[in-house]
């Protein structure tokens, strides 16, 4: 399933096959939620900017519309006209992110709809089933992600949990996956490691979850509160323990600069709301730093938001223009802001890639940083 192709230092050019389509990695993963990128950002302008992966949020679905609703339509991949990879959270970042919502039990944990209110009982395999129906590419294992400044002994318990319930959702997947209405019978498994800032809880976690021999693993728990220099460090402990032969995915991160730091430590897959989010505020990232385009120093701005750049709001429309549509609250502001940021991350992952292929990430990843980190003028 995953070829490696070059390594560069730490660094790792690859592969990843599935049933809908060859991953290039590293990648990062563009987050629709809901089945949708934030930002009135259609499949035809995803697939133009390059858009390898989606990543469609299990929860969110499984309340709204319901993923009963989306196997009946045939699957997330038919019912959002996209027949590229998509990889589905599993709902455990939920137990985090809904705390006050929330209990965690041995059998799974117990919701009040952030919707709605109604009751919701979701474990790991109710969670591989919402997954199944959803029939995305990529499944995640159900976890709990305790917080990064959590008491040892708490992360410790949860940890264990987080092991015994992977084994059950590796179960239930492959029960699954052998029942003849299951939409997409080669769905795939990635276990997470948990264990929040400790390195030796990590990396006992990382060793146990190898063992269970899945066909990629991810690192989860991480910018949540803690520093980035103790995400890099974490990081750095646990990547060495993980199968060599299996894609890392590092949930949730981040910044074009966590990005770079983290593919120098051996991580493939990647996801973060922050290009989509801070697009839809005006925020947009470019090779000279990242511009608030709500400054009035582009109120007469006829430069695109970055000369050269190929996205659809840089090859026709000013830094002026856009301004007057997010001030006017125009949503074609937002939408264009939105695209330029995906397309500058995308564009990053090929850049990351040729360099890794080429031999000189080290002197790209110097250069990117000075670009990505610089103030714009």
Not at 30 to 53: C, F, H, P, R, Y
Not at 207 to 236: F, T
Not at 345 to 368: S, V
Request: proline share 5%; aromatic share 8%.
């Amino acid at each position: 399933m995953y070829r490696l192709i070059k390594k560069d230092g730490n660094a790792k050019r690859g592969e990843f096959h599935t049933t809908h389509g060859v991953i290039q990695t590293p990648v990062f993963m563009n987050v629709g939620t809901a089945a949708a990128i934030k930002g009135a950002v259609s499949t035809e302008d995803l697939e133009a900017i390059g858009t390898q992966v989606q990543l469609s949020n299990t929860y969110h679905l499984h309340v709204r519309p319901g993923d009963q609703i989306v196997k009946q339509m045939g699957g997330l991949h038919r019912f959002m006209s996209w027949n590229r990879p998509i990889l589905t959270d599993s709902g455990g970042f939920q137990v985090f992110s809904l705390a006050g919502l929330r209990k965690i039990k041995e059998e799974g944990v117990y919701f009040n709809s952030h919707i709605d209110g109604r009751k919701i009982f979701m474990g790991p395999e109710e969670s591989m089933q919402i997954q199944s129906n959803l029939a995305s590419t990529i499944a995640m294992a159900f976890d709990e992600c305790p917080p990064s400044l959590a008491k040892r002994e708490y992360v410790k318990a949860s940890v264990a949990r987080t092991t015994r319930w992977l084994v059950r959702c590796k179960e239930e997947m492959e029960r699954l996956n052998r029942l003849p209405d299951t939409i997409n019978q080669k769905q795939l498994l990635f276990g997470i490691n948990q264990g929040a800032v400790y390195e030796d809880i990590r990396v006992e976690h990382a060793r146990q979850i190898a063992e269970l021999d899945l066909p990629g693993y991810a690192i989860g728990g991480l910018a949540v509160g803690e520093s980035h220099e103790e995400m890099y460090r974490i990081i750095e402990a646990v990547v060495p323990y993980l199968p060599a032969e299996k894609p890392v995915y590092l949930m949730g991160v981040g910044t074009p600069a966590n990005i770079l730091e983290a593919v120098d430590r051996g991580v493939d897959f990647f996801d973060c709301v922050y290009p989509s989010r801070n697009g839809r505020h005006g925020h947009v990232y470019t090779n000279a730093g990242k511009l608030n385009l709500f400054n009035a120093r582009y109120e007469t701005d006829p430069r695109p938001i970055e000369e050269g750049c190929g996205c659809p709001a840089c090859r026709r429309y000013s830094r002026a223009y856009i301004r007057h549509l997010l001030k006017a609250k125009e949503m074609l502001g937002m939408r264009l802001c939105v695209l330029h940021n995906l397309y500058f991350y995308n564009q990053m992952m090929e850049e990351i890639r040729a360099a890794i292929e080429q031999g000189n990430y080290q002197d790209y990843k110097r250069k990117k940083l000075s670009q990505v980190l610089a103030k714009p003028v």
